[in-house]
Protein backbone atom coordinates (compact mmCIF):
# COMPACT_ATOMS: atom_id res chain seq x y z
CA UNK A 1 0.00 0.00 0.00
CA UNK A 2 1.67 3.02 -1.43
CA UNK A 3 2.14 5.95 0.76
CA UNK A 4 0.98 5.10 4.04
CA UNK A 5 2.23 6.35 7.83
CA UNK A 6 0.31 3.46 9.91
CA UNK A 7 -1.75 0.28 10.22
CA UNK A 8 -4.11 -0.92 7.03
CA UNK A 9 -7.44 0.31 8.19
CA UNK A 10 -10.15 1.94 5.97
CA UNK A 11 -13.24 3.94 6.31
CA UNK A 12 -16.47 4.74 4.57
CA UNK A 13 -19.31 7.69 4.99
CA UNK A 14 -22.46 7.26 3.98
CA UNK A 15 -25.18 10.15 3.90
CA UNK A 16 -28.44 9.40 3.97
CA UNK A 17 -30.84 11.54 6.28
CA UNK A 18 -28.27 10.91 8.91
CA UNK A 19 -24.26 10.87 8.38
CA UNK A 20 -22.32 7.82 9.47
CA UNK A 21 -18.50 7.65 10.27
CA UNK A 22 -17.36 4.05 10.15
CA UNK A 23 -14.41 3.46 12.74
CA UNK A 24 -12.16 0.35 11.57
CA UNK A 25 -10.02 -1.59 13.54
CA UNK A 26 -6.52 -1.92 12.46
CA UNK A 27 -7.14 -4.28 9.18
CA UNK A 28 -6.22 -4.34 6.05
CA UNK A 29 -9.06 -1.99 3.37
CA UNK A 30 -11.74 -4.21 2.94
CA UNK A 31 -14.16 -5.78 5.45
CA UNK A 32 -13.14 -4.65 9.22
CA UNK A 33 -14.65 -3.77 12.65
CA UNK A 34 -17.23 -0.74 12.52
CA UNK A 35 -17.94 2.21 15.20
CA UNK A 36 -20.01 4.34 13.61
CA UNK A 37 -20.52 7.96 14.67
CA UNK A 38 -23.94 9.09 13.38
CA UNK A 39 -24.38 13.05 13.09
CA UNK A 40 -27.57 14.61 14.07
CA UNK A 41 -30.13 17.17 12.58
CA UNK A 42 -30.14 20.67 13.28
CA UNK A 43 -33.02 23.10 13.46
CA UNK A 44 -32.62 26.39 12.91
CA UNK A 45 -31.77 28.46 16.33
CA UNK A 46 -33.62 32.07 16.35
CA UNK A 47 -32.38 34.32 18.34
CA UNK A 48 -33.68 37.83 18.86
CA UNK A 49 -33.04 41.14 20.49
CA UNK A 50 -33.90 44.69 20.60
CA UNK A 51 -32.61 47.13 18.13
CA UNK A 52 -31.40 50.00 20.08
CA UNK A 53 -32.34 52.14 16.57
CA UNK A 54 -35.92 52.45 16.66
CA UNK A 55 -38.22 52.47 19.81
CA UNK A 56 -40.43 49.63 19.04
CA UNK A 57 -38.64 45.96 19.62
CA UNK A 58 -37.91 44.16 16.39
CA UNK A 59 -36.57 40.53 15.60
CA UNK A 60 -33.61 40.15 13.77
CA UNK A 61 -33.09 37.36 11.09
CA UNK A 62 -32.95 33.76 12.35
CA UNK A 63 -29.51 32.98 12.26
CA UNK A 64 -28.34 30.64 9.29
CA UNK A 65 -29.08 26.96 10.27
CA UNK A 66 -25.69 24.98 10.67
CA UNK A 67 -25.68 22.16 7.74
CA UNK A 68 -24.07 18.82 7.99
CA UNK A 69 -21.03 18.56 4.53
CA UNK A 70 -18.79 15.89 3.90
CA UNK A 71 -15.40 15.54 2.00
CA UNK A 72 -13.72 12.33 1.02
CA UNK A 73 -10.12 11.37 -0.27
CA UNK A 74 -7.32 8.62 0.26
CA UNK A 75 -4.80 9.91 1.72
CA UNK A 76 -1.70 7.92 3.01
CA UNK A 77 -2.81 4.99 1.47
CA UNK A 78 -6.45 5.46 2.90
CA UNK A 79 -9.85 6.63 2.89
CA UNK A 80 -9.74 9.77 4.76
CA UNK A 81 -13.03 11.51 5.52
CA UNK A 82 -14.08 14.64 7.14
CA UNK A 83 -17.28 16.08 8.35
CA UNK A 84 -18.27 19.62 9.70
CA UNK A 85 -21.17 21.78 10.41
CA UNK A 86 -20.77 24.63 8.86
CA UNK A 87 -23.37 27.43 7.50
CA UNK A 88 -22.91 27.14 4.11
CA UNK A 89 -21.19 24.98 1.61
CA UNK A 90 -18.50 27.71 0.77
CA UNK A 91 -17.41 27.75 4.18
CA UNK A 92 -17.24 23.93 4.76
CA UNK A 93 -15.08 23.56 1.16
CA UNK A 94 -13.06 26.43 2.09
CA UNK A 95 -12.02 24.82 5.46
CA UNK A 96 -11.89 21.46 3.63
CA UNK A 97 -9.30 23.16 1.57
CA UNK A 98 -6.85 24.01 3.84
CA UNK A 99 -7.04 20.33 5.51
CA UNK A 100 -5.56 18.17 2.80
CA UNK A 101 -2.27 20.10 2.20
CA UNK A 102 -2.17 19.65 5.87
CA UNK A 103 -2.54 15.77 5.87
CA UNK A 104 0.25 15.55 2.87
CA UNK A 105 2.67 17.54 5.21
CA UNK A 106 2.59 14.87 7.76
CA UNK A 107 2.40 11.94 5.44
CA UNK A 108 5.87 13.52 4.21
CA UNK A 109 6.80 13.54 7.68
CA UNK A 110 5.93 9.72 9.12
CA UNK A 111 5.36 7.91 6.05
CA UNK A 112 7.54 4.64 6.24
CA UNK A 113 6.56 4.17 2.68
CA UNK A 114 8.64 6.96 1.27
CA UNK A 115 12.30 6.50 1.37
CA UNK A 116 12.22 10.43 0.95
CA UNK A 117 9.92 11.20 4.07
CA UNK A 118 11.86 12.75 7.43
CA UNK A 119 11.91 9.63 9.30
CA UNK A 120 12.87 7.81 6.42
CA UNK A 121 15.86 10.08 5.75
CA UNK A 122 16.30 10.66 9.33
CA UNK A 123 17.00 6.48 9.58
CA UNK A 124 18.77 5.99 6.55
CA UNK A 125 21.30 8.40 8.59
CA UNK A 126 21.41 6.27 11.80
CA UNK A 127 23.81 5.68 13.99
CA UNK A 128 24.49 9.50 14.97
CA UNK A 129 27.03 10.44 16.63
CA UNK A 130 25.29 14.08 16.79
CA UNK A 131 21.91 15.71 17.39
CA UNK A 132 20.12 15.80 13.97
CA UNK A 133 17.52 18.64 14.16
CA UNK A 134 14.21 17.38 13.54
CA UNK A 135 10.70 18.87 12.66
CA UNK A 136 7.78 19.55 15.15
CA UNK A 137 5.66 17.06 14.35
CA UNK A 138 8.25 14.27 14.43
CA UNK A 139 9.46 15.09 17.21
CA UNK A 140 5.95 14.86 18.69
CA UNK A 141 5.49 11.02 17.44
CA UNK A 142 8.95 10.26 18.80
CA UNK A 143 8.01 11.91 22.22
CA UNK A 144 4.78 9.98 22.45
CA UNK A 145 6.44 6.99 20.88
CA UNK A 146 9.64 6.85 23.78
CA UNK A 147 6.72 7.83 26.82
CA UNK A 148 4.51 4.59 25.51
CA UNK A 149 7.45 2.24 25.27
CA UNK A 150 8.54 3.17 28.96
CA UNK A 151 5.19 3.18 30.63
CA UNK A 152 4.77 -0.42 28.88
CA UNK A 153 8.15 -1.76 29.26
CA UNK A 154 8.83 -1.97 25.65
CA UNK A 155 5.47 -3.48 24.86
CA UNK A 156 5.29 -0.62 22.19
CA UNK A 157 8.32 -0.17 20.44
CA UNK A 158 8.50 2.14 17.62
CA UNK A 159 11.76 0.85 16.24
CA UNK A 160 9.92 -2.16 14.77
CA UNK A 161 10.53 -1.05 11.37
CA UNK A 162 12.43 -4.22 9.95
CA UNK A 163 10.17 -6.47 11.54
CA UNK A 164 7.23 -5.42 10.61
CA UNK A 165 9.00 -5.54 7.14
CA UNK A 166 9.67 -9.14 7.20
CA UNK A 167 6.10 -9.70 8.32
CA UNK A 168 4.43 -7.60 5.24
CA UNK A 169 6.68 -10.13 3.12
CA UNK A 170 5.57 -13.04 5.16
CA UNK A 171 1.77 -12.01 4.62
CA UNK A 172 2.57 -11.98 0.39
CA UNK A 173 4.46 -15.12 0.50
CA UNK A 174 1.89 -17.09 2.71
CA UNK A 175 4.99 -18.50 5.03
CA UNK A 176 6.58 -17.81 8.25
CA UNK A 177 9.97 -15.45 8.73
CA UNK A 178 12.80 -17.41 9.62
CA UNK A 179 14.36 -17.28 12.91
CA UNK A 180 17.29 -15.82 11.27
CA UNK A 181 15.06 -13.15 9.82
CA UNK A 182 13.65 -12.21 13.07
CA UNK A 183 16.53 -12.32 15.18
CA UNK A 184 18.52 -10.25 12.25
CA UNK A 185 15.23 -7.28 12.61
CA UNK A 186 15.53 -7.67 16.59
CA UNK A 187 18.68 -6.95 16.38
CA UNK A 188 18.51 -3.12 15.26
CA UNK A 189 15.37 -2.71 17.85
CA UNK A 190 15.28 -1.09 20.49
CA UNK A 191 13.32 2.14 21.88
CA UNK A 192 15.76 3.01 24.28
CA UNK A 193 18.41 4.13 21.45
CA UNK A 194 16.32 6.88 20.34
CA UNK A 195 17.92 9.82 22.15
CA UNK A 196 16.03 12.96 22.36
CA UNK A 197 17.41 16.53 23.02
CA UNK A 198 16.15 17.94 26.34
CA UNK A 199 13.67 20.58 24.36
CA UNK A 200 12.66 17.56 21.77
CA UNK A 201 14.03 19.60 18.97
CA UNK A 202 17.02 17.30 17.75
CA UNK A 203 17.41 13.28 17.88
CA UNK A 204 20.12 10.64 17.72
CA UNK A 205 19.33 6.61 16.81
CA UNK A 206 21.93 5.22 18.03
CA UNK A 207 21.92 1.91 16.37
CA UNK A 208 22.49 1.08 12.53
CA UNK A 209 20.03 -0.27 10.66
CA UNK A 210 16.93 1.25 12.69
CA UNK A 211 13.37 1.55 11.20
CA UNK A 212 11.28 3.52 12.68
CA UNK A 213 7.30 2.45 12.31
CA UNK A 214 4.40 4.73 13.25
CA UNK A 215 1.91 2.36 12.22
CA UNK A 216 1.22 2.10 15.61
CA UNK A 217 0.69 5.66 16.59
CA UNK A 218 0.27 8.15 13.32
CA UNK A 219 -3.48 7.73 12.04
CA UNK A 220 -4.57 8.95 15.65
CA UNK A 221 -2.14 12.03 15.03
CA UNK A 222 -3.09 12.93 11.72
CA UNK A 223 -6.63 12.75 12.72
CA UNK A 224 -6.14 15.16 15.37
CA UNK A 225 -4.04 17.42 13.36
CA UNK A 226 -6.90 17.62 10.99
CA UNK A 227 -9.43 17.93 13.39
CA UNK A 228 -7.71 20.99 14.30
CA UNK A 229 -7.14 22.99 11.02
CA UNK A 230 -11.63 22.14 10.86
CA UNK A 231 -11.90 24.21 14.45
CA UNK A 232 -9.10 26.88 13.41
CA UNK A 233 -11.64 27.51 10.66
CA UNK A 234 -13.97 28.26 13.11
CA UNK A 235 -16.33 25.06 12.63
CA UNK A 236 -15.71 22.99 16.00
CA UNK A 237 -18.32 20.92 15.73
CA UNK A 238 -16.47 18.65 12.84
CA UNK A 239 -14.77 15.05 12.79
CA UNK A 240 -11.86 13.26 11.05
CA UNK A 241 -11.49 9.71 10.73
CA UNK A 242 -8.19 8.56 9.12
CA UNK A 243 -9.15 4.79 8.07
CA UNK A 244 -9.94 3.22 11.70
CA UNK A 245 -9.14 6.24 14.11
CA UNK A 246 -11.69 8.88 14.90
CA UNK A 247 -10.82 12.86 15.79
CA UNK A 248 -14.38 14.31 17.27
CA UNK A 249 -14.83 17.96 18.40
CA UNK A 250 -17.87 19.37 20.20
CA UNK A 251 -21.05 17.65 20.07
CA UNK A 252 -23.69 17.63 17.19
CA UNK A 253 -26.81 19.93 17.12
CA UNK A 254 -29.87 18.60 18.89
CA UNK A 255 -32.21 17.04 16.22
CA UNK A 256 -34.82 19.15 17.96
CA UNK A 257 -33.58 22.44 19.97
CA UNK A 258 -36.90 23.02 20.58
CA UNK A 259 -37.78 19.89 22.49
CA UNK A 260 -37.85 18.68 25.53
CA UNK A 261 -37.24 15.11 24.83
CA UNK A 262 -34.65 13.33 26.46
CA UNK A 263 -33.16 12.29 23.40
CA UNK A 264 -31.09 15.55 22.80
CA UNK A 265 -27.66 15.41 21.30
CA UNK A 266 -24.86 14.59 23.89
CA UNK A 267 -22.41 13.94 21.79
CA UNK A 268 -21.56 12.23 18.42
CA UNK A 269 -23.06 8.95 18.42
CA UNK A 270 -20.79 6.19 18.09
CA UNK A 271 -21.48 2.53 17.46
CA UNK A 272 -19.08 0.08 19.48
CA UNK A 273 -17.27 -3.02 17.70
CA UNK A 274 -18.05 -5.97 18.57
CA UNK A 275 -15.54 -8.45 17.76
CA UNK A 276 -15.94 -11.58 15.82
CA UNK A 277 -13.35 -14.24 16.64
CA UNK A 278 -12.84 -17.45 15.31
CA UNK A 279 -12.72 -20.39 17.68
CA UNK A 280 -11.09 -23.43 16.71
CA UNK A 281 -13.41 -25.32 15.15
CA UNK A 282 -14.08 -22.35 12.78
CA UNK A 283 -17.26 -21.43 14.85
CA UNK A 284 -17.75 -17.01 14.42
CA UNK A 285 -17.64 -16.35 18.13
CA UNK A 286 -19.53 -12.84 19.29
CA UNK A 287 -18.05 -10.85 22.77
CA UNK A 288 -21.86 -9.92 24.33
CA UNK A 289 -20.22 -7.14 26.03
CA UNK A 290 -21.84 -7.43 29.70
CA UNK A 291 -22.65 -3.85 29.81
CA UNK A 292 -25.90 -0.98 29.24
CA UNK A 293 -27.27 -1.30 25.73
CA UNK A 294 -28.68 2.62 25.14
CA UNK A 295 -29.78 2.31 22.10
CA UNK A 296 -28.39 1.32 18.32
CA UNK A 297 -26.94 3.01 15.40
CA UNK A 298 -27.25 0.38 12.46
CA UNK A 299 -29.92 -1.92 11.75
CA UNK A 300 -27.20 -4.17 10.57
CA UNK A 301 -25.63 -4.62 13.59
CA UNK A 302 -28.98 -3.83 16.14
CA UNK A 303 -27.07 -5.00 19.74
CA UNK A 304 -24.23 -3.16 19.23
CA UNK A 305 -23.45 -0.51 22.12
CA UNK A 306 -23.67 3.01 21.74
CA UNK A 307 -21.73 5.82 23.55
CA UNK A 308 -22.01 9.74 23.02
CA UNK A 309 -18.69 11.22 22.54
CA UNK A 310 -17.13 14.87 22.08
CA UNK A 311 -13.69 16.63 22.17
CA UNK A 312 -12.09 12.81 22.22
CA UNK A 313 -10.35 10.66 20.24
CA UNK A 314 -11.45 7.08 19.64
CA UNK A 315 -9.18 3.93 18.22
CA UNK A 316 -9.72 0.44 17.81
CA UNK A 317 -6.99 -2.52 17.29
CA UNK A 318 -7.86 -5.91 15.95
CA UNK A 319 -6.71 -8.75 13.53
CA UNK A 320 -10.20 -9.83 12.38
CA UNK A 321 -9.02 -9.74 8.82
CA UNK A 322 -5.40 -9.06 8.42
CA UNK A 323 -3.56 -11.62 9.95
CA UNK A 324 -1.07 -14.70 8.21
CA UNK A 325 -2.46 -18.72 9.35
CA UNK A 326 0.26 -21.42 9.06
CA UNK A 327 -0.20 -24.92 10.17
CA UNK A 328 -3.45 -23.99 11.68
CA UNK A 329 -2.24 -21.51 13.85
CA UNK A 330 -3.17 -17.70 13.34
CA UNK A 331 -0.77 -15.16 13.49
CA UNK A 332 -1.84 -11.46 14.09
CA UNK A 333 -0.37 -8.90 12.33
CA UNK A 334 -0.19 -6.86 15.73
CA UNK A 335 3.82 -7.80 16.58
CA UNK A 336 5.03 -8.58 20.31
CA UNK A 337 8.68 -6.87 19.95
CA UNK A 338 9.95 -9.41 22.99
CA UNK A 339 8.96 -12.60 20.38
CA UNK A 340 9.24 -10.71 17.18
CA UNK A 341 6.12 -12.95 16.28
CA UNK A 342 2.76 -11.90 15.39
CA UNK A 343 0.14 -12.48 18.55
CA UNK A 344 -1.69 -16.28 18.13
CA UNK A 345 -3.96 -15.03 20.72
CA UNK A 346 -7.05 -13.37 19.53
CA UNK A 347 -7.82 -10.22 21.38
CA UNK A 348 -9.45 -6.40 20.27
CA UNK A 349 -8.96 -3.35 22.01
CA UNK A 350 -10.92 0.10 21.91
CA UNK A 351 -9.63 3.17 23.77
CA UNK A 352 -10.80 6.62 23.81
CA UNK A 353 -8.63 9.41 24.92
CA UNK A 354 -7.90 13.32 24.53
CA UNK A 355 -5.53 13.00 22.29
CA UNK A 356 -5.46 11.02 18.80
CA UNK A 357 -1.86 9.76 19.47
CA UNK A 358 -2.84 8.73 23.03
CA UNK A 359 -5.91 6.52 21.73
CA UNK A 360 -3.94 5.33 18.72
CA UNK A 361 -1.26 3.87 20.58
CA UNK A 362 -2.45 2.50 23.52
CA UNK A 363 -5.33 -0.11 22.01
CA UNK A 364 -2.15 -1.72 20.09
CA UNK A 365 0.06 -2.05 23.07
CA UNK A 366 -3.62 -3.32 25.14
CA UNK A 367 -3.60 -5.81 22.62
CA UNK A 368 -0.47 -7.05 23.50
CA UNK A 369 0.12 -6.82 27.36
CA UNK A 370 -3.19 -8.46 27.43
CA UNK A 371 -6.17 -7.88 30.34
CA UNK A 372 -3.75 -7.60 32.86
CA UNK A 373 -0.92 -5.82 32.16
CA UNK A 374 -3.13 -3.56 29.66
CA UNK A 375 -4.89 -2.94 33.20
CA UNK A 376 -1.09 -1.49 35.20
CA UNK A 377 -0.33 0.71 31.38
CA UNK A 378 -3.74 2.06 31.73
CA UNK A 379 -3.26 3.39 35.02
CA UNK A 380 -0.74 5.76 33.45
CA UNK A 381 -4.20 7.14 31.25
CA UNK A 382 -7.08 7.58 34.39
CA UNK A 383 -8.54 9.88 31.44
CA UNK A 384 -8.65 7.21 29.25
CA UNK A 385 -11.94 4.96 28.82
CA UNK A 386 -11.26 1.62 27.47
CA UNK A 387 -12.17 -2.25 26.68
CA UNK A 388 -10.33 -5.53 26.20
CA UNK A 389 -12.15 -8.52 24.18
CA UNK A 390 -10.58 -11.34 24.21
CA UNK A 391 -10.72 -15.30 23.17
CA UNK A 392 -9.86 -17.81 25.68
CA UNK A 393 -8.50 -21.26 24.34
CA UNK A 394 -11.92 -22.44 25.37
CA UNK A 395 -13.44 -20.57 22.91
CA UNK A 396 -15.25 -17.91 25.37
CA UNK A 397 -14.93 -14.09 25.16
CA UNK A 398 -13.43 -12.33 27.86
CA UNK A 399 -14.68 -8.25 27.99
CA UNK A 400 -12.85 -6.12 30.19
CA UNK A 401 -14.01 -2.59 30.29
CA UNK A 402 -12.29 0.23 32.56
CA UNK A 403 -15.11 2.41 35.05
CA UNK A 404 -14.84 4.98 32.73
CA UNK A 405 -15.92 2.83 29.53
CA UNK A 406 -18.68 1.61 31.92
CA UNK A 407 -19.42 5.29 32.33
CA UNK A 408 -19.74 6.06 29.02
CA UNK A 409 -22.06 2.74 28.42
CA UNK A 410 -24.22 3.73 31.65
CA UNK A 411 -25.46 7.81 30.13
Not at 26 to 47: D, E, M, Y
Not at 230 to 244: I, R, Y
Amino acid sequence: MPNSVTKHRRTSVIVALTSVFTLRSRQKPGNTWQVLAVLAWLLPICCTCLDDRTSDAEEKPASPPLKLFSDQAIRMGVDVVLQTYAPDETRAKAAFAKVWPRIDELNSILSDYDPQSEVMRLCASAPHAEFVPISKDLSTCLQASVRLARESDGAFDVTIGQLVKQWRRARRKQSLPTPTQIASARESMGWQNICLSPDGKMVRLLKPGMQIDFGGIAKGYVAEEALKILQHEGLPVSAVAVSGDMALGDAPPSPDAASSSPQKSSGWKVLMPIPKFRSPSTEVVESSTPLKNPGTANTAEPDSPVVYLSNCCVSTAGDEFQFLEIDGIRYSHILDPATGMGLTRQIQATVMAPHGIDADGLDTTLCILGHENGARLMQHHPAAAWIVHELTPEGKVISTPNAGFKKLMDR
